[in-house]
């Protein structure tokens, strides 16, 4: 964690600079590259919803910091969730997104990103813990789900360690 905390600040550094490369990569975790333009792409649709919610929002590097790591979260669940051989299908994403209500034409691209994004996150996750969950048995259903709940924990706690951030070289 406390390489996380060195090596985000730098990514966010690095993704201020070099004008308007939208596809320059700010971070690189496992096998998956995060854009400046992903990374604007969040922190405007962030900024979109606390404008809805009419709470402040303010670009700044703390927020874009914690945006960029919520990115390296959701990369790293889809690269561990491949490792054990779970695929998602887009239908399944496509079906999730409209019974969320976020499927709909002539929305901004950058918005149906994001959506996608997090629900395939969210997918991957509840077919993670079903994975897991199926090898736990145990008579009492409270020890039950807390050993489940648990082998969960431990499989994102792990994530880091085995999808390291990266940066580009300057």
Same mark, same amino acid.
């Given at each position: 964690?406390?390489?996380?905390?060195?090596?985000?600040?730098?990514?966010?550094?690095?993704?201020?600079?070099?004008?308007?490369?939208?596809?320059?990569?700010?971070?690189?975790?496992?096998?998956?590259?995060?854009?400046?333009?992903?990374?604007?792409?969040?922190?405007?649709?962030?900024?979109?919803?606390?404008?809805?919610?009419?709470?402040?929002?303010?670009?700044?590097?703390?927020?874009?910091?914690?945006?960029?790591?919520?990115?390296?979260?959701?990369?790293?669940?889809?690269?561990?969730?491949?490792?054990?051989?779970?695929?998602? $299908?887009?239908?399944?994403?496509?079906?999730?997104?409209?019974?969320?209500?976020?499927?709909?034409?002539?929305?901004?691209?950058?918005?149906?990103?994001?959506?996608? $994004?997090?629900?395939?996150?969210?997918?991957?996750?509840?077919?993670?813990?079903?994975?897991?969950? *199926?090898?736990?048995?145990?008579?009492?259903?409270?020890?039950?789900?807390?050993?489940?709940?648990?082998?969960?924990?431990?499989?994102?706690? *792990?994530?880091?360690?085995?999808?390291?951030?990266?940066?580009?070289?300057?």
């Amino acid at each position: 964690m406390r390489r996380l905390l060195v090596i985000v600040p730098l990514a966010v550094a690095a993704a201020g600079c070099g004008g308007a490369h939208g596809d320059r990569v700010v971070a690189s975790v496992g096998t998956a590259s995060i854009t400046r333009e992903q990374l604007d792409e969040t922190v405007d649709r962030f900024g979109e919803e606390a404008a809805r919610e009419g709470k402040p929002f303010v670009d700044n590097a703390a927020v874009r910091r914690h945006l960029l790591g919520l990115l390296v979260y959701r990369a790293r669940i889809e690269q561990g969730a491949a490792s054990l051989g779970i695929t998602l $299908s887009h239908d399944a994403v496509e079906q999730r997104l409209k019974s969320l209500g976020e499927a709909e034409e002539g929305g901004d691209e950058g918005d149906d990103a994001f959506a996608e $994004s997090s629900v395939r996150a969210q997918l991957y996750t509840e077919a993670v813990y079903r994975r897991l969950a *199926a090898r736990i048995r145990d008579a009492d259903p409270q020890r039950r789900q807390a050993r489940r709940n648990t082998a969960l924990a431990h499989w994102l706690a *792990a994530l880091p360690k085995r999808f390291p951030v990266r940066l580009p070289h300057a």
